[in-house]
Structure formats: structure tokens, C-alpha cells
């Protein structure tokens, strides 16, 4: 199911796999990270989501301000939901965000009680995720029907 109800974000929920797989589509600056980030958290709640997989190649420089309220506010939370992976999608080029997540990864590191999982892009994550499950064929349709 694609859901659109954060403007930042274009999600893809699969209730089978536990899975929310998330891409930033706003072209005009990261402005609304902070509010769309909140509303992720309470998402991920609301649907039991066991597995998520960010896009990070889609996302534009994380600034030092977002950065710090990542590691003050959305970090801290994170880590407290029942999830089981948490699967990044960043590509070897994009050195400066790689940089912010090592950063709040190890901020966190500590309390994390999920694994975490890198690829360099969103749909080699989706090939290991649904491996063995049939899933990848009718989410890879959803996914590039939006």
C-alpha cells in the first residue's frame, strides 16, 4: 500500500512483511524534515512495522541543525520502537549524509535493539528483504506505479 499522508515522504507499507519502505520527494529543501520525521515515528507505531527501509539517496544534505535534532529528538526514539531491521539505502557518493548517519548511529548505538542493514540502493534492499517470499514483484509494481 502506498501511503502519502506525509507531504516529505512517499511510503510503501506491506502488512505481510512488517515492512514501510520510505523516499524523499520534495524537491524544494529539507524545511518540514523535522515535522515529517515525527509523523514517521507515529507511522511506523500505528502500523507495527517490524522492518524499515530508508532511502537515503533521495534525501538532500542533512544540516547540522537537523542533524543535532535528529540525535536530540527522532534518534532517541527510534530506538525505543519494537523493530527488527533497519535498512539504509545510501550510495557510496553520498559522503556527507553517510557521515550524519554514522554520526547518530553511534550516538544511539548503545540502546539500538535492531539490526541495521546498508545497501547502496533502495531496490537491492527490496530484492534481500523479500528473498524467498514471492513479495518483490507485486511491491516492485506498486512501488513504480506511483
Excluded at 54 to 81: F, K
Aim: proline content about 4%.
Amino acid at each position: 500500500m502506498i501511503i502519502s499522508s506525509i507531504p516529505d515522504f512517499r511510503l510503501q507499507h506491506d502488512e505481510l512483511l512488517g515492512l514501510l519502505r520510505l523516499e524523499w520527494i520534495t524537491d524544494v529543501g529539507m524545511a518540514s524534515l523535522r515535522t515529517s520525521a515525527a509523523q514517521l515515528l507515529e507511522v511506523v507505531r500505528q502500523l507495527a512495522v517490524r522492518t524499515l527501509l530508508l532511502d537515503m539517496n533521495t534525501v538532500p544534505n542533512i544540516s547540522v541543525a537537523d542533524e543535532l535534532w535528529l540525535g536530540t529528538h527522532w534518534m532517541p526514539a527510534i530506538v525505543q520502537l519494537p523493530l527488527q531491521h533497519l535498512v539504509l539505502a545510501i550510495d557510496g557518493s553520498r559522503v556527507h549524509n553517510q557521515l550524519v548517519i554514522d554520526a547518530l548511529h553511534d550516538l544511539v548505538q548503545p540502546a539500538i535493539r535492531f539490526e541495521s542493514h546498508y545497501f547502496s540502493d533502495a531496490d537491492s534492499a527490496m530484492h534481500w528483504l523479500t528473498d524467498g517470499t514471492g513479495r518483490l514483484p507485486a511491491l516492485q509494481a506498486e512501488w513504480n506505479a506511483r
